[in-house]
Each structure stands twice: as C-alpha cells, then as structure tokens.
C-alpha cells in the first residue's frame, strides 16, 4: 500500500519544476498525477487518468465502512435473537463477532488517512494544479520535506493511503 501525497500548486511552471525533482528523486511517472481546469495544457505532464480522476479510493472507503456496518447490525439482530431462544454460545460468538466489528472499523477511522479530490474541487474551479504523488510510507516525510524547502509555494493539501494494484 502506498502513501498518496496531495500538493496545490499555483502554476505549470512550479508544477514541471517538481516533477523534474520528483523524477530525479526516482519517484516513477506513473507514480505522479497532476489534475487541473482546463486553463492549463499540461504539455509534457503526467495527467490523471479517468480511474484516477473518478477517486475510487473513496468508494472502497464508503463500501468498507457501510458494509462493517452492517455486519455489526446484523450481528445485534442475531445476537437478541440468540438470548431470546436461550442460545448463550451463539449470543457469545456473536458478541464477539460485534467486538471485532466495532474495532475493526475503529482502526480503519483511526489509522488511515482520507484525503480525497472533493476536498479540491473549488482550488481547481480556482485555476490550481493537484499534484498527486504515490510513494511507499517510508518516503513521504522525505518528499513532503524535500518539496516543502525547494518549493514553498506549494501546499500540503493531506494524504491518504492509495493501492498501485487497484489503480486508486
């Protein structure tokens, strides 16, 4: 799983500037994405592509969430039903299933990071560039700190967690 990175930046100049440092860094090309109104050409710029452009990442999300919601209803249900019929076992295993559940999705809330394109539409509308970059977690504070001093312009817009195999 990879760190997505999130940078406005308030030009194509600064943008192709930091893709060139991205580039000698060794972050890949498939690995930037840039997002901007149609004001800009992007001439020689990693564009999103539609899967990227449609944040998918934040549908897996609403899918995971309201599907661990579920199984804890669900389980409730099951698990009245089980202390009305005398069925402690059952109720048990469900108790715990429910347990499971609610830490489970406690973790997910906690522990991963939600940035997602909605939290940029309005600086888009307003002519900024979206630099999206993938990165393992073991090189995001160096290339959060490495655009941050040679680019002071460019702002951290969040984070958020991105899978390579899913295209997200």
Request: aromatic fraction near 10%; charged fraction near 20%.
């Given at each position: 799983?990879?760190?997505r990175l999130y940078f406005l930046l308030p030009d194509e100049r600064h943008t192709k500037t930091i893709v060139n440092e991205l580039h000698?860094?060794?972050i890949k090309e498939r690995s930037i994405h840039i997002l901007a109104n149609d004001k800009y050409t992007l001439k020689d710029l990693p564009k999103t592509n539609w899967v990227q452009g449609q944040d998918r990442a934040a549908l897996i999300e609403s899918v995971l969430?309201?599907?661990n919601l579920w199984l804890f209803f669900i389980a409730l249900a099951l698990f009245a039903t089980a202390l009305?019929?005398?069925s402690f076992i059952i109720a048990a295993a469900l108790s715990l299933l429910m347990l499971l559940s609610f830490f489970a999705g406690e973790q997910f809330v906690a522990k991963i990071p939600n940035t997602h394109l909605d939290n940029f539409?309005?600086?888009i509308?307003?002519?900024e560039i979206l630099l999206m970059i993938d990165v393992p977690f073991y090189r995001v504070k160096e290339i959060v700190d490495s655009v941050?001093?040679?680019h002071p312009e460019a702002q951290?817009?969040?984070t958020c967690w991105s899978i390579d195999a899913l295209g997200v």
């Amino acid at each position: 799983m990879l760190r997505r990175l999130y940078f406005l930046l308030p030009d194509e100049r600064h943008t192709k500037t930091i893709v060139n440092e991205l580039h000698r860094s060794g972050i890949k090309e498939r690995s930037i994405h840039i997002l901007a109104n149609d004001k800009y050409t992007l001439k020689d710029l990693p564009k999103t592509n539609w899967v990227q452009g449609q944040d998918r990442a934040a549908l897996i999300e609403s899918v995971l969430w309201h599907g661990n919601l579920w199984l804890f209803f669900i389980a409730l249900a099951l698990f009245a039903t089980a202390l009305i019929n005398d069925s402690f076992i059952i109720a048990a295993a469900l108790s715990l299933l429910m347990l499971l559940s609610f830490f489970a999705g406690e973790q997910f809330v906690a522990k991963i990071p939600n940035t997602h394109l909605d939290n940029f539409t309005s600086a888009i509308q307003h002519g900024e560039i979206l630099l999206m970059i993938d990165v393992p977690f073991y090189r995001v504070k160096e290339i959060v700190d490495s655009v941050h001093r040679h680019h002071p312009e460019a702002q951290l817009g969040g984070t958020c967690w991105s899978i390579d195999a899913l295209g997200v």
